[in-house]
């Protein structure tokens, strides 16, 4: 198994030399963030901008102190929704009875949030600018478009189309929809039912904005479909790595459905989260995402 180097991504600076217990290949923790004893707001959020939405919430903490700290989650949206049902979370062993204060992710998701009386509304937040191909440093197998995903030599990354249905979705979609206008069909795609059973595919697990860039690492996989924002951010962060490719034609509109997210408060949001909502709203946080690679939905 490569090592991705992961940077740390909590809202406050903490203490970088404390003690940590990480094991890569089987022990390691990356889409809980922050200290749930000090934090006095938690953030349950999809995990897709989690670069984004970390950036901001460091600018949130810095603006206001007294909050002590801010954990956050940036999990696949199903976690978030068994959160709130169960009142709890196990990570391994550990069990967090933080209860959340703000959730962020796809409006279907937050749909569920209130029927299931957990929040009373929300508005939308950010949208993606597409999707992009995510290839290792020098494109090695040559990967520019749809018709390469068919070569024998070929792998494709996906993520899971059963814990992960709203990202699956769109990837697909977006692919077939490459392959029409270069005037190709990926049959293999054709069939969700059968995706485990094709050769050419990889499929995640359950996180695959963590497992997307591992199976290319690790050799498993050669060309990922992920959304714009995050092929950006592993080529920022894993430079030596990984680079990107956005297929022409592949406009935003081409890419079918492109990753919309809604923010809302769970309950009375506590002492922070009506401020959080409200600081979410504003253009400083605008140009954080964009900066990201996201755009901001204007209600």
Known sequence: MASLDWPRETAGAGDAAGAGFIQPASNICLDFHGDPL???????????????????????????????????????????LQWLDKGHIDVGNLR???RPHVLISPPAVLDRAIAGGHIDGYRPFMRSRGLALLVRKGNPKGVRGAGD????????????????????AVYRQGLQNLAASQGVALHFLDDPSALA??????LGAAIHHREAPQALADGVADVAVVFYHLALRYQRIFPEAFELVRPEPWSEDQAGETGRTACGLVGDGGAWGGELLGFLATDSVTQIYRSHGLESIKS
């Open 197 to 202: 059973d094709t050769a050419k595919l990889v």
């Open 96 to 98: 967090l009875s933080a």
């Open 38 to 80: 000090r934090a006095r707001l938690v953030v349950a959020s999809d995990g897709n901008h989690h670069m984004a939405l970390r950036d901001v919430l460091a600018a949130f903490l810095a603006a206001h102190p007294a909050v002590g700290d801010i954990f956050y989650s940036t999990t696949p949206p199903s976690v978030a």
């Open 149 to 168: 995903l068919l070569r024998a030599d070929v792998r494709l990354f996906l993520s899971n189309p059963v814990r992960e249905k709203v990202s699956h």
